[in-house]
């Protein structure tokens, strides 16, 4: 059955008239049970609780109002409401959140902040430290260009956990501080925000290339790590760039060469690396980025690229390593044109750092090739004016054979047996020492040469001087280092039959034996067998690096058995053994063949290496194929002497702490417990 509302609320009237306050609220309750959208009724009685005292049913009336006009757009008539509902209960959460809503969308913050804090000091006071936070949170969302409001709101988060929302927040305080051209507070809430996230790569790299761009590398470098960056060759670049900038060349440079590894289209970007240490003053480091190209041009046997990446360097800065790498690069690809050149510099930059023996010696070699170029002899005196040398005349250099003796058919000439000394019987005896062959009278051309007294003291018979007599000393003249000038030709007549005239042999007292005697120096056919030697070890080399330069392109080709035998070949050489070893160990390893791996990789360990870089990779790939073929006492000692030569070295030090751990557990008899 229907109320009758009139009647109702006089009923309610009448009843409020006679002091009878839970008549009249009860009438009133009939009828907002009856017309629940009767919101006059409702209102009053709100009112009603509110003089009997109850304000928890008085502000639930208030509310009910509030939030049907909030949600209907009257936010004015809505405000009014809740804040009567504030009046009776001032701690009221919703009311107060609702309030601070009404307020940002009529777009009066500070009014809105005003009621966040209030509702977040009356949660914090009862000991709701999470509703206290979530305030902080909201604060920080009211106001797009209020930085800090978001600082303090993402750090509140971040101490409830909530980490995404701390990440949020903090890169929106960042994009507000850099609209604010606050640079410095934007770059420490992306990296407050990138220490959070470690997982998002995008953002640590993001930071990382903003803290190296302002100087800050030791913090860019905890956030990007070679781990993190794995095998993506533009983070790894990132890595390396940091490395360096912060004077840690031999993990950047490790880490360069990991990029051109995985990325050879990297290489302008060293260079330009290169190019950037070099105009902010770290010449060692920009070195060290451009060998990095050239280890991998001559690993490919390019040496063209090779030359042209150290002439592009040298163009910007005259460094006395680069340029003795070019020289090394222009012998070994036989390039004599840039050699001249590359030594001439060489020579003037070891003047200026004061090396002057050295660049004596190149200059003398340049000399010696060209005798008639001015420049060379002036750099010849700076050596001899630095190393405090009289110049007595610097002359044309003399050759270092005699051109006038046909040595080319030697290796047919048969081994002759040396003439036994002769005994004398005093120093009397010993003949005059003959006069510079300058202060000799001239030789009468019809004067017939008497050797009888070269006869042996034994025999009445003249003494053979045919080539089997005796030996030829030509130790002097091949030592080619003050050759004393001989006859001209034509200036001593031949004997009367016509016949070569042949001089006859030095006979001088033997000498007693003794320790400490270097002995007479070496004889013709040493010197010309260190020569064939040394022209053979040439030849050597050169095909070594032609097969090696094949086993490249079959490993490009996916022929990888053609490939490892090429490099077998080329393993035997001393010049490619280390990069050769270490390719075929590389390679075994990869086939699945870890025994054969180790065998190489050892063998590449044990050759001369081109960089220490180098050898602290073999060493590390060694120590990590052996691990893995379950030789871990030994992978421990390989990884222990590469932490001693190498310091912190990729993830050397977990490496040797894991194997120590499982050296540890496992007992004396191999049974593990």
């Given at each position: 059955m229907a109320i009758d509302r009139e009647l109702a609320l006089k009923t309610a009237e009448r009843l409020l008239r006679q002091g009878k306050l839970d008549g009249a609220i009860g009438q009133y309750v009939r009828l907002v049970e009856e017309q629940p959208r009767d919101w006059n009724s409702i209102n009053a009685l709100g009112d009603l609780y509110a003089r009997a005292g109850n304000a928890d049913s008085a502000v639930a009336q208030y509310v009910r109002i509030a939030d049907y006009l909030f949600d209907e757009g009257f936010l004015p008539k809505a405000a009014a409401l809740y804040k009567k509902a504030l009046k009776v209960q001032s701690d009221h959460d919703h009311t107060l959140l609702r309030l601070s809503d009404i307020a940002t969308k009529q777009g009066l913050l500070a009014d809105s902040k005003l009621y966040l804090r209030q509702l977040a000091q009356q949660r914090r006071a009862r000991g709701d430290e999470r509703g206290a936070v979530e305030c902080l949170v909201r604060?920080?969302?009211?106001?797009?260009?209020?930085?800090?409001?978001?600082?303090?709101?993402?750090?509140?988060?971040?101490?409830?956990?909530?980490?995404?929302?701390?990440?949020?927040?903090?890169?929106?305080?960042?994009?507000?501080?850099?609209?604010?051209?606050?640079s410095g507070d934007a770059l420490d809430a992306l990296a407050e925000a990138a220490a959070l996230a470690p997982d998002d790569l995008a953002l640590r790299t993001r930071v990382a290339r903003a803290l190296v761009q302002a100087g800050q590398v030791e913090r860019a470098h905890e956030l990007l790590t070679v781990e993190a960056a794995g095998d993506d060759p533009d983070l790894l670049m990132l890595v390396g760039r940091m490395d360096l900038r912060a004077g840690r060349r031999t993990e950047g440079i490790s880490t360069l060469m990991r990029v051109l590894a995985i990325a050879p289209e990297q290489q302008e970007t060293i260079a330009q690396l290169a190019q950037e240490l070099l105009a902010s003053g770290q010449v060692d480091d920009a070195f060290a980025c451009v060998e990095v190209i050239v280890d991998a041009a001559l690993f490919?046997?390019?040496?063209?690229?090779?030359?042209?990446?150290?002439?592009?360097?040298?163009?910007?800065?005259?460094?006395?390593?680069?340029?003795?790498?070019?020289?090394?690069?222009?012998?070994?690809?036989?390039?004599?044109?840039?050699?001249?050149?590359?030594?001439?510099?060489?020579?003037?930059?070891?003047?200026?750092?004061?090396?002057?023996a050295e660049a004596r010696v190149i200059a003398e070699d340049l000399l010696q090739r060209a005798p008639h170029v001015e420049a060379y002899r002036q750099c010849l005196r700076r050596a001899f004016d630095q190393l405090g040398i009289a110049d007595t005349g610097i002359g044309e250099p003399e050759p270092l054979f005699d051109d006038s003796i046909d040595l080319t058919n030697l290796e047919s000439v048969d081994e002759v047996e040396p003439m036994e000394p002769i005994a004398l019987e005093s120093d009397d005896a010993l003949p005059a020492a003959p006069a510079p062959l300058d202060d000799r009278p001239p030789v009468d051309e019809e004067e017939v040469f008497d050797l009888s007294s070269f006869a042996s003291p034994e025999s009445d018979d003249p003494p053979d001087y045919s080539s089997d007599a005796f030996e030829i000393d030509l130790s002097d003249t091949v030592a080619g280092l003050h050759p004393t000038p001989g006859p001209q030709s034509g200036s001593t007549p031949g004997p009367p039959d016509g016949s070569q005239a042949v001089a006859p042999p030095r006979i001088e007292a033997?000498?007693?034996?003794?320790?400490?005697?270097?002995?007479?120096?070496?004889?013709?056919?040493?010197?010309?067998?260190?020569?064939?030697?040394?022209?053979?070890?040439?030849?050597?080399?050169?095909?070594?690096?032609?097969?090696?330069?094949?086993?490249?392109?079959?490993?490009?080709?996916?022929?990888?058995?053609?490939?490892a035998t090429d490099l077998q070949a080329a393993a035997r050489v001393p010049q490619l053994r280390f990069k050769a070893a270490a390719q075929l160990g590389r390679l075994s390893i990869s086939r699945g063949d870890l025994r054969g791996g180790v065998e190489w990789l050892e063998r590449a360990a044990e050759a001369p290496s081109p960089s220490p870089d180098e050898t602290f990779s073999v060493l590390y790939d060694l120590a990590d194929a052996l691990d893995r073929a379950g030789e871990s006492a030994r992978a421990l000692a390989v990884f222990i002497e590469l932490e001693a030569d190498a310091g912190s070295y990729r993830d050397v030090s977990d490496r040797i702490e894991s194997l120590t751990r499982a050296g540890a557990s496992t007992p004396a008899n191999g049974e593990r417990g």
């Open positions: 604060l920080a969302g009211i106001d797009d260009e209020d930085a800090d409001a978001k600082m303090s709101g993402a750090r509140a988060a971040q101490g409830i956990g909530d980490t995404a929302q701390a990440v949020v927040l903090l890169e929106d305080a960042a994009a507000v501080f850099e609209r604010q051209r606050r490919e046997a390019a040496f063209g690229r090779a030359a042209d990446a150290l002439d592009t360097f040298l163009e910007r800065q005259r460094f006395v390593p680069a340029l003795t790498k070019l020289v090394e690069v222009c012998v070994d690809a036989g390039f004599d044109d840039r050699l001249t050149r590359a030594q001439a510099d060489l020579a003037e930059a070891y003047l200026d750092e004061g090396q002057a033997a000498p007693e034996p003794s320790l400490d005697d270097p002995g007479p120096p070496p004889e013709l056919d040493t010197v010309f067998e260190r020569m064939r030697t040394k022209a053979a070890g040439a030849e050597q080399t050169t095909q070594a690096a032609a097969l090696f330069e094949r086993a490249q392109e079959h490993l490009r080709r996916g022929l990888s058995a053609e490939a």
